[in-house]
């Protein structure tokens, strides 16, 4: 399972080049994405019927993954983990790291400087 980073749904939202079309390709295969993801791109449109429209379409195309409590433990422990190496990511990354990392699943991002750090995180590359 692929599922998408909100920094690339965003780009797609924007029609942003190579993210955009690799976002395109993905969808027809059955993409995925958080509930994190899919609640921060609710944030961002709120206010704005255009945008909240072309959120709403564009999560109704995907499949929003939840995150359970399994999931939500394996976030705390990445978040440690990583505050004992004097690293940190925001606890949204790290619920999205945590769901991933129990879900088995690759994640779509551009944001390679905090995930990357993730031990059993695989990541999908944008070409």
């Not at 944001?111 to 999908?124: D, E, T, V």
């Amino acid at each position: 399972m692929i599922i998408a980073d909100t920094d690339v749904l965003i780009d797609f939202l924007k029609g942003a080049g190579a993210t955009a079309d690799r976002i395109e390709f993905e969808l027809k295969q059955g993409l995925c994405t958080t509930v994190i993801s899919a609640f921060e791109l609710w944030s961002g449109a709120v206010g704005s019927s255009k945008r909240e429209t072309a959120v709403n379409i564009l999560l109704d195309a995907l499949t929003i993954v939840p995150c359970k409590p399994f999931a939500a433990r394996e976030a705390a422990k990445i978040r440690y983990d990583l505050q004992k190496e004097g690293r940190t990511i925001g606890m949204a990354d790290s619920l999205i790291a945590g769901i991933c990392v129990t879900e088995r699943s690759v994640l779509l991002t551009r944001n390679k400087k905090h995930f990357s750090k993730i031990a059993g995180l695989y990541l999908g590359e944008i070409h």
